[in-house]
């Protein structure tokens, strides 16, 4: 295969993977919703981080799983708090660091 063809298929590619994302983000300006489907769609990163991150809470070590259930907690008593997103990240990373120092 030429590079020619490579570069079309590159780009042909990033096209059909852009457009699916770009349009929610532009029609979504321009949508009103109601109170109880606002509330809904604002917590969709929430849902979608916790089955994200839930399953790694399990396999951080697999021999000590105290150490990912620890940072998991911390994690989640931080976000229930309405602590920022990157404070409870990186205080479950420093939670799961010390542990596994000291285990």
Known sequence: ?????????????AVVTYIPRAIP????????FGVKTEKYL?????TAMSALI???VF???TSN???GIAGGLVA???AWRKC????????????????????
């Open 42 to 46: 604002k917590l969709i990163p929430y």
């Open 54 to 56: 839930f399953p790694a």
């Open 25 to 32: 983000a532009v029609l979504v300006d321009k949508m009103k």
């Open 76 to 78: 989640g008593i931080l």
């Open 84 to 103: 920022p997103v990157m404070v409870s990240v990186l205080a479950a990373i420093g939670t799961d660091f010390i542990l596994y120092c000291f285990l």
């Open 1 to 13: 295969m030429d590079s020619t063809k490579i570069l079309l298929l590159i780009l042909g590619m």
């Open 65 to 67: 799983p105290v150490i």
């Open 59 to 61: 396999s951080v070590d």
